[in-house]
């Protein structure tokens, strides 16, 4: 894992860490220093408002095995509605022996990792305990980890994750509190090693951060989608070229992309060593969303989850839409489409307005016909945008960026009908045997060359299974009729809905 992350911190050798000198250790609990700001200082206050946050929140989406969480650390009338939509993920009655909870430094620079060991953390909800003798042996186990009271004192980003626990956990819990410095790649890497004994099923991980700092709205979900998407990933090289490429592009007002990465490095170094990890887009917005936010200079919020990879995918194996839901995708596919070829901008859509089954994130493709026949389709398999803001983005880009044809004008609007498929996320199979016409999509991929057929494609051209691989990798793929008897065969179901 090591060589892996010398590789990716060539990649940014822009980053610049110094180090300062140890303040002196304090002793006792550590009080709150952003009650009142952040949040409430008031306990009922407090209880209130996060009463209101989860109720506000996506629910749970049955994740089973969770490992951990990556959620915002800003005032919580600006990010508490996305963190509360993280922690609802967890099961109330679960009983973990340690959670561990990871903030970038926003106060002391330093290298490696600050552990409080030296008493509990005090919440207006009460004492939060930590647990001092482990603390304490990561300390004495490795000079990666430092006993540095100072550098917890003023800070936030753990702090307020605290009370959020506090409020949806039922039973009592220990924290391991840890503060990253300005840690290189490399640096990220070994204290994921070190930590990663402890990456079980009995213990969680709380990972706080924030995303893109101060570019505008439109700019901010760009930017705040490609990282996510490169978290999902798993991959530490994709993450770090995703954030040189926005952070060296000159995008006004855009300060950083991710302030807590060396905690996000951290979590994937325990993940990405042998692929057995999922990540879970669950929520996103940004400060521009909030009634009181200044859409000219935005910070990005995300939820995500991670969980054991094969584990948890009940939800979407079974995700439906009711009637009322998918008549309103359909109407925000077409009116996408009109408003696009109108103005080049997309309609708003109030998401507070809508139900909490097209605000989930899923993938999903959008075609377009006309008069029988096929005028465009493109998708994603999986999307950290909500339902609803990627079937938008999807009917724009199948009326103009389906490269099989040219891109629809304004005059064809009333003779095109539209057609949404919501993905399941894909499985993995090893024989053809595994697949049924008609139910399942098929994803082909050998080396960098890979396509896709969704399930109805099977009721539109009557092929059978054997025809249906073969059109599907000669066609889509590239690699010949016989070329998916040796590429990696991936399925996936489609909750298919249209306007005919």
């Known amino acids: 894992m090591i060589s892996t992350c010398e590789t990716v911190l060539a990649l940014l050798s822009f980053f610049v860490f110094t180090a300062v000198d140890h303040g002196r250790r304090g002793e006792g609990d ?60 967890l099961e109330e009655d679960m009983q973990y022996d340690n959670i561990f909870v990871l903030g970038p430094s926003h106060q002391v620079g330093f290298e490696g990792a600050a552990v409080f060991c030296t008493g509990n953390f005090m919440t207006p909800l009460g004492s939060v305990e930590v647990n001092c003798t482990l603390a304490e042996k990561l300390v004495a186990d490795s000079p990666l980890f430092v006993a540095r009271n100072d550098a917890h004192a003023r800070e936030h980003s753990i702090e307020v994750q605290l009370p959020f626990l506090q409020y949806h956990l039922k039973k009592p ?58 978290i999902i990933s798993n991959s530490p090289e994709r993450l770090f070229k995703t954030m040189q490429r926005y952070e060296t592009s000159g995008i006004p007002g855009l300060a950083t ?20 990890f999922r990540y879970h887009p669950i929520q996103y917005r940004n400060s521009g969303d909030m009634p009181m936010g200044d859409k000219s200079r935005v910070v990005g919020y995300h939820a995500i989850v991670v969980n054991e990879q094969g584990k948890g995918q009940e939800r979407k194996d079974n ?33 507070d307005l809508l139900s909490e089954e097209v605000r989930l994130p ?18 994603q398999f999986e999307s950290v945008l909500p339902l609803y803001a990627l079937v938008q ?27 949404i498929s919501v993905l399941t996320p894909m499985r993995k199979i090893n024989s053809i045997a595994e697949f049924e016409l008609g139910r399942h999509g098929i994803y082909i991929r050998q080396g960098q060359r890979s396509g896709t057929f969704l399930p109805q494609v099977a009721r539109d051209t009557g092929w059978t299974a054997e025809e249906f691989f073969g059109h599907c990798a000669r066609d889509k793929a590239g690699i010949g009729w016989d070329g998916w008897k040796d590429a990696e065969l991936y399925v996936y179901e489609a909750l298919v809905f249209g306007e005919r």
């Open 30 to 89: 550590r009080r709150p220093a952003v009650s009142g700001t952040f949040y409430p200082d008031r306990a009922d206050d407090l209880r209130q408002t996060l009463r209101a946050l989860f109720s506000g929140a996506v629910g749970r989406r049955g994740l089973l095995d969770v490992r951990a969480l990556i959620v915002p650390h800003a005032g919580y009338v600006y990010s508490g509605e996305v963190a509360a939509s993280g922690f609802a993920q």
């Open 173 to 230: 819990f220990r924290i391991v509190p840890i503060v990253l410095g300005v840690n290189s790649p490399v640096l990220c890497c070994r204290i994921g090693e070190m930590l990663r004994p402890f990456f079980n099923e009995k213990n969680l991980f709380v990972i706080s951060t924030d995303f893109s700092h101060y570019p505008a709205y439109e700019a901010a979900r760009t930017v705040d989608t490609a990282v996510a998407e490169a």
């Open 257 to 276: 992309t991710l302030c807590g990465v060396s905690g996000v490095l951290t979590l994937m170094a325990m993940t990405s060593a042998d692929g057995a």
């Open 319 to 351: 995700f439906q839409l009711t009637d009322k839901a998918k008549e309103l995708l359909l109407g925000i596919a077409r009116r996408a489409i009109s408003h696009y070829l109108k103005t080049r901008c997309l309609p708003e859509i109030r998401e």
């Open 362 to 379: 899923c993938g999903a493709f959008v075609t377009l016909e006309k008069n029988g026949q096929l005028r465009g389709c493109i998708g």
């Open 393 to 419: 983005e999807m009917a724009i880009a199948a009326a103009l960026r389906d490269s099989r044809f040219t891109p629809v004008q304004e005059g064809e609007l009333e003779e095109l009908t539209v057609e």
